[in-house]
């Protein structure tokens, strides 16, 4: 995918053209990263108190200039049902 930044020219096709054939997750992913509240939130991350992610469905911050299949977000359970969920070791 030829995406540069969070906003790619949605005039080409050429652009678009892996779209076609990802799952959810990926267009929840481009959905996500060309908002600009999350934008915002990545910029300023490191002055925010607390994690901030959860409040977008992430469990942690992913570059928003990294386009799918790039970026690897790991969504939060309480977002995404098909998320499996894993007990903490002992």
């Known amino acids: 995918m030829t995406l540069s930044g969070p906003a ?3 005039r080409s096709a050429e652009t678009y053209a892996e779209l076609l054939i990802c799952d959810r997750r990926a267009f ?3 959905w996500l990263r060309r908002s600009r ?3 915002d939130l990545w910029e ?7 994690d901030r992610t959860k409040s ?3 469990l942690g911050w992913v ?3 990294l386009a799918f299949p790039q970026a690897r977000p790991i969504w939060s359970g309480d977002f995404d049902g098909r998320v499996l969920r894993g007990r ?3």
Do not use: F, M, N
Request: aromatic share 12%; no cysteine.
């Open 8 to 10: 790619a020219d949605w």
């Open 28 to 30: 929840a992913w481009e």
């Open 37 to 39: 509240g999350y934008r």
């Open 44 to 50: 300023a991350r490191k002055q925010l108190p607390g």
């Open 56 to 58: 977008v469905g992430l």
């Open 63 to 65: 570059d928003p200039a």
């Open 88 to 90: 903490g070791g002992g």
